[in-house]
Every structure is written in structure tokens, then in C-alpha cells.
T-cell receptor, first 112, second 113 residues
Framework: DQQVKQNSPSLSVQEGRISILNCDYTNSMFDYFLWYKKYPAEGPTFLISISSIKDKNEDGRFTVFLNKSAKHLSLHIVPSQPGDSAVYFCAASLYNTDKLIFGTGTRLQVFP | EAQVTQNPRYLITVTGKKLTVTCSQNMNHEYMSWYRQDPGLGLRQIYYSMNVEVTDKGDVPEGYKVSRKEKRNFPLILESPSPNQTSLYFC????????????FGPGTRLTVL
């Protein structure tokens, strides 16, 4: 049973526009959420995170929004660049445990 | 340079032939994990280790073994590989699991014939 879901396997966006990647989760005990980016032939790299006590975290072009009532988080990339083309994984962790649950990933393609 | 290394990067083997995928980190991290990535399933945790000689099962541990004799190394052992273990494997390390950023190795693509 997938506790962290990314329902869009792929997304295509024009350069300069906004990319919005979505993630839903089922366990209300998750208290920390992370986004990782993965290029082909490389391991995932950390992008941005958010604690459950916040509803927004921003880092340059990347902003993560958390809606706890809807059990939904999203990653906004503005403006999108061709170098952002990658697979994006969201992940969630349970408070005071050693578990990190990943979603299935969304492949983002930014075209000129 | 801070990094997680894995070897080999690519491996083709046959059913039943024992193999080991090595993982090493140079960041003095206590926590290390192994994941497998499969299409449509994302990254699933196989085993993790909280420190030397302390390991525990993740979500998909069947068919795998691990050991943590030194802080920097966390090998993944497949005693009798089967075709359903064909996958892309990632090792990761972090100061702690959960809210701490995990650093991933480059991946090992394993094919079991």
C-alpha cells in the first residue's frame, strides 16, 4: 500500500514557466517531507524539505507547499529551466523513527 | 569530497550466484541505507543501519543481507539472487534517518538472468 503517492508519472513544461509537482500522502503521522531530484545514471540528490509545522518553505526558484488537512504537498519551480529536467521524488518521514518513505517519482521535462 | 561510492556500477549475473555490492561513505555518517528503485514503485528501503553492528529491515528485505562492521562500509549481499532482484540499487548515508538529508551513491544496476 503506497503511503506516498505521486499520481503524475510525467510533466512537460516550457522553459520560463512554472512547474508544479504534486505529492499526496495517507499517514497523518508523517512530520517531515523532502523532495529529491534524480538525473539519469546518478543517485537522487536532496532538493528541499519542509517540516509539518510549516506550510511553506522557499529556496531560490524552488518552493514547497504543505497542506496538512488535504495531506498534500507540492513543489513549485519558477522559472523552470532545461537543467531542471529530471525525475523528482517526494519523501516523508515518521516522527522519531528511522523510516523514510518515497513516492514513485515524476519525470519533469522542461523544453525550450 | 564528501561522497557515497558503490561498486560495481553495473552487474549481470545468473540465478543463484552469490554477489556483494559494496557501499562506502566518507562523511562519518552513522546511518546508512539500501534502496531499490523499480518502475512504478519508486525507491523502497531494503535494509538500514543506525551504527556499527546495528542493522534493521526496511520494507523489502527478503533475499538480502547486510553487515556493518565498520562505520564507513555497508555492503549489500545477495546470497542466492533471483530474477525478481533485477533492479537499480542505491546506497545512502545520513547523519540520521527521517528528517536528515540522505546522500545517495550513484547506483548499481543489477540484472539477474
Amino acid at each position: 500500500d503506497q503511503q506516498v503517492k505521486q499520481n503524475s508519472p510525467s510533466l512537460s513544461v516550457q522553459e520560463g514557466r512554472i512547474s508544479i509537482l504534486n505529492c499526496d500522502y495517507t499517514n497523518s503521522m508523517f512530520d517531515y517531507f523532502l523532495w529529491y531530484k534524480k538525473y539519469p545514471a546518478e543517485g537522487p540528490t536532496f532538493l528541499i524539505s519542509i517540516s509539518s509545522i510549516k506550510d511553506k518553505n522557499e529556496d531560490g526558484r524552488f518552493t514547497v507547499f504543505l497542506n496538512k488537512s488535504a495531506k498534500h504537498l507540492s513543489l513549485h519551480i519558477v522559472p523552470s529551466q532545461p537543467g531542471d529536467s529530471a525525475v523528482y521524488f517526494c519523501a516523508a518521514s515518521l516522527y522519531n523513527t528511522d523510516k523514510l518513505i518515497f513516492g514513485t517519482g515524476t519525470r519533469l521535462q522542461v523544453f525550450p | 569530497e564528501a561522497q557515497v561510492t558503490q561498486n560495481p556500477r553495473y552487474l549481470i549475473t545468473v540465478t543463484g550466484k552469490k554477489l556483494t555490492v559494496t557501499c562506502s561513505q566518507n562523511m562519518n555518517h552513522e546511518y546508512m541505507s539500501w534502496y531499490r528503485q523499480d518502475p512504478g514503485l519508486g525507491l523502497r528501503q531494503i535494509y538500514y543501519s543506525m551504527n556499527v553492528e546495528v542493522t534493521d529491515k526496511g520494507d523489502v528485505p527478503e533475499g538480502y543481507k547486510v553487515s556493518r562492521k565498520e562505520k564507513r562500509n555497508f555492503p549489500l549481499i545477495l546470497e542466492s539472487p533471483s530474477p525478481n532482484q533485477t533492479s537499480l540499487y542505491f546506497c545512502a548515508s545520513s547523519l540520521q534517518l527521517g528528517s536528515s538529508t540522505q546522500y545517495f551513491g550513484p547506483g548499481t544496476r543489477l540484472t539477474v538472468l
